[in-house]
């Protein structure tokens, strides 16, 4: 199994602070990572995929980056609603691996 | 609208047997691949399986450790996603999502769970 590890798994912020969360996958999976954001008692919601595509409709202040094994996802300006736990996830084989997740604190 | 909305889940016994379903609506739910995501409370999100769709003889995939308890099946004509979980153990605590799989690759909808207890 491709394991994920993601780094850190807290922060804290400000609200306009610029935040980075690091994603590592235990092998190659080329672009094949997905981004999620899930709020307390909510859903997790589909951010990025392909490592650096937006889903439709999430604003362009979420940033996805990287290829193979290292990966990031950047939040630009923290607003007040984007104080939340962030996944990532490979979808290059089965079966589909998750990382432990990065809570982002005030 | 489109969206997917689970049910099903219940306080279950240790061995019990329980079947979740997903009513999806707003969407050809015939041509997606369909996923079961869980997460125990406090937890991480775990995938349980996938289904695929019709063109693909909707064959399935599972994380190892559920192989043999957990089976995912679909019914295109009710547009609707089943879980069925036998020999429950106390760890399948968890809320179970159902998400769709957009082309054969991520997940672009989730819906919003539901809470599988299995406790004596």
């Known amino acids: 199994d491709i394991q994920m590890t993601q780094s850190p798994s807290s922060l804290s912020a400000s609200v306009g602070d610029r935040v980075t969360i690091t994603c590592r996958a235990s092998?190659?999976?080329?672009?094949?990572l997905a981004w999620f954001q899930q709020k307390p008692g909510k859903a997790p919601k589909s951010l990025i995929y392909?490592?650096?595509s937006l889903q439709s409709g999430v604003p362009s202040k979420f940033t996805g980056s990287g290829s193979g094994t290292d990966f990031t996802l950047t939040i630009s300006s923290l607003q007040p609603e984007d104080f939340a736990t962030y996944y990532c996830?490979?979808?290059?084989?089965?079966?589909?691996?998750f990382g432990g997740g990065t809570k982002v604190e005030i | 609208e489109v969206q997917l909305v689970e049910s099903g889940g219940d306080l279950v016994q240790p061995g019990g047997s329980l079947r979740l379903s997903c009513a999806a609506s707003g969407f050809s739910f015939s041509d997606h691949y369909m996923d079961w995501v869980r997460q125990a409370p406090g937890k991480g999100l775990e995938w349980v399986g996938r289904?695929?769709?019709?063109?693909?003889?909707?064959?399935?995939e599972y994380a190892a450790s559920l192989k043999g308890r957990f089976t995912i099946s679909r019914d295109d004509s009710k547009n609707s996603l089943y879980l069925q979980m036998n020999s429950l153990k106390t760890e399948d605590t968890a809320v179970y999502y159902c998400?769709?799989?957009?082309?054969?690759?991520?997940?672009?909808?989730w819906g919003r769970g539901t809470l599988v207890t299995v406790s004596s």
């Open positions: 289904i695929r769709k019709k063109g693909n003889s909707y064959t399935t």
């Open positions: 996830q490979q979808y290059n084989s089965y079966p589909l691996t």
């Open positions: 092998q190659g999976i080329s672009n094949y």
């Open positions: 998400a769709r799989v957009k082309g054969t690759a991520d997940f672009d909808l």
């Open positions: 392909a490592a650096s």
